[in-house]
């Protein structure tokens, strides 16, 4: 299984970004995908948002709910989280799961997102 995060960089707050993640080894239509984020070195990492199979039915934190949004393209393996709106707060390295509950697989070397006038 690998799982490859692509798209983050520095942006000011109010800006926009779009991550992407590539999924392979494994069944991606077949497991819901989720987005997590580590804010800090040794923090625990939180989940973001998650979307079904189908990729009809999505779940979002609190804290992004409104500005992020998660979709997938299944015939490309692909899961993708457009964020708008960044805040601050929004700072994090940003990883690809798939989720059961829990992540699923090891993790990625992540997409670093920093919100920073």
């Known amino acids: 299984v690998q799982l490859v995060e692509s798209g983050g960089g520095l942006v000011q707050p109010g800006g926009s970004l779009r991550l992407s993640c590539e999924g392979s080894?494994?069944?991606?239509?077949?497991?819901?995908m989720a987005w997590y984020r580590q804010q800090a070195p040794g923090k625990e990492r939180e989940l973001v948002a998650?979307?079904?199979?189908?990729?009809?039915?999505?779940n979002y934190a609190d804290s992004v709910k409104g500005r992020f949004t998660i979709s997938r393209d299944n015939a490309k393996n692909m899961v993708y989280l457009q964020m708008n709106n960044l805040k601050p707060e929004d700072t994090a390295v940003y990883y690809c799961?798939?989720?059961?509950?829990?992540?699923?697989?090891?993790w990625g070397q992540g997409t670093q997102v920093a919100v920073s006038s």
């Open positions: 799961n798939s989720d059961i509950g829990s992540p699923l697989w090891y």
């Open positions: 080894g494994f069944t991606f239509r077949s497991y819901v």
């Open positions: 998650n979307i079904n199979g189908a990729g009809g039915v999505t």
